[in-house]
């Protein structure tokens, strides 16, 4: 059973930084892309930031410049470190990761439970 895990959500100030976890647990053999989402009320999913295995990295564009997106495969864990935090950041954060699990013949994509991002203003 493959579990993708957020942490490190909360509330902050407008300016302020925040890091946000994303670990992937299970039998899992091998991921490939990985990447963020968030969601504010009433808006859709939109795309925050995506790394692929080999380190391609792309930014949503209300995000670039201020959010620095990694990932650790030792780890099978995804973070994001948010710089410059605006009150339109506010949302809940989802990960998400395709990936391939022991138990399976092909490659499968999997979202965490999000974690809630709050930035006053």
């Known amino acids: 059973q493959v579990q993708l895990v957020e942490s490190g959500g909360g509330l902050v100030q407008a300016g302020g930084s925040l890091r946000l976890s994303c670990a992937a647990s299970?039998?899992?053999?091998?991921?490939?892309?990985m990447a963020w989402y968030r969601q504010a009320p009433g808006e859709q999913r939109e795309l925050v930031a995506q790394?692929?295995?080999?380190?391609?990295?792309m930014y949503g564009d209300s995000v670039r410049g201020r959010f620095t997106v990694s990932r650790d495969d030792a780890k099978n864990t995804l973070y994001l470190q948010m710089n410059g935090l605006e009150p339109g950041d506010t949302a809940v954060y989802y990960c998400?990761?395709?990936?391939?699990?022991?138990?399976?013949?092909?490659?499968?994509?999997?979202w965490g439970q999000g974690t809630q991002v709050t930035v006053s203003s």
């Open positions: 299970g039998s899992i053999t091998r991921i490939d892309n």
């Open positions: 790394i692929t295995e080999k380190g391609t990295i």
């Open positions: 998400y990761a395709y990936l391939l699990a022991w138990s399976l013949p092909t490659y499968k994509l999997y």
